[in-house]
């Protein structure tokens, strides 16, 4: 399935390394179709396994879903204990499947502010799932970026108040070293879904040289093939991180 798009991507030059998706949609598709909201997340959580496995077949090799944003928390509760118990049902039901396919799960973001329940289920996907070498995924889960900036910038004035470290020492790397992503690489390129032009405050100082892919698609409704269509789209871009073209 999909081979044509795979072939083509094969002879198109580099695969993006990291991939970043801010899935959006849902709610809309579910209205569209006279469903409650609930419903459409559900199907997302279809779309996200797609997207793993379309992930592993195209060589990439992290991919990161902003799957709750800091913002969501202050959504009806009814729809954040839904998100909330159906993250635990994936983490529960996908966790050997992960495993089998060779996916490593990473939770990144304020993990502290979760139920013990869902913390636990969060803890037995990244235990059950540690050592995979096909893909890295992480999941972002009460997650924001301005929020990130300022952990690290108060972990900074912390290091420096302690004599750790002088304000000379504060550079990008320092800056890095304090970031949830501690480690990773930038995605190469972010892809968002249902047609909004806008980050979110979605890895704000990752993105920095991100290449955009946006599409209509909501997020239901996403596939491999359109995971596909991205990557096409990113082997066609000229990434000049600021420098002077080739041609
Ligand atoms: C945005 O749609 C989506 C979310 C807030 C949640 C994302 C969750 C999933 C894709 C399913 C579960 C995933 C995992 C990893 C368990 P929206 O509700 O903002 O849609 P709208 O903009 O159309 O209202």
């Not at 993006?16 to 849902?26: E, R």
């Not at 118990?85 to 039901?93: E, H, I, T």
């Not at 550079?171 to 979110?200: C, H, M, Q, W």
Request: without cysteine; charged residues 30%.
């Amino acid at each position: 399935m999909a081979s044509e798009s795979l072939d083509k991507i094969r002879l198109s030059g580099d695969v993006p390394n990291h991939v970043a998706i801010i899935m959006d949609g849902n709610g809309r598709w579910a209205k569209q179709k006279g469903f409650p909201r609930q419903v459409g997340h559900r199907e997302g959580m279809k779309s996200v396994r797609e997207t793993i496995e379309g992930a592993a077949e195209a060589g990439i090799n992290i991919l990161t879903l902003f799957a709750f944003s800091t913002e969501n928390w202050n959504r009806p509760r009814k729809e954040v204990a839904s998100l909330m118990s159906l993250l635990r049902y994936y983490a529960r039901k996908e966790r050997d499947s992960l495993k089998h396919q060779g996916v490593e799960v990473h939770v990144l973001g304020e993990i502290e502010r979760f139920d013990d329940q869902t913390r636990e289920a969060v803890d037995l996907i990244v235990r059950g799932t540690k050592g995979g070498q096909s893909l890295r995924l992480n999941l972002m889960i009460s997650y924001g970026g301005r929020e990130e900036i300022l952990r690290s910038v108060r972990t900074l004035a912390e290091q420096v108040d302690q004599g750790e470290l002088t304000v000379d020492d504060i550079d990008e790397d320092a800056l890095r070293k304090t970031l949830f992503t501690v480690n990773l690489p930038d995605p190469d390129l972010l892809i968002r879904t249902s047609g909004e032009y806008r980050i979110s405050n979605f890895m704000l100082w990752q993105i920095a040289y991100t290449e955009l892919h946006i599409t209509p698609v909501l997020w239901p409704d996403f596939s491999r093939e359109h995971l596909f269509e991205a990557v096409l789209d990113y082997q066609r871009r000229d990434r000049r991180f600021g420098l002077v073209g080739t041609s």
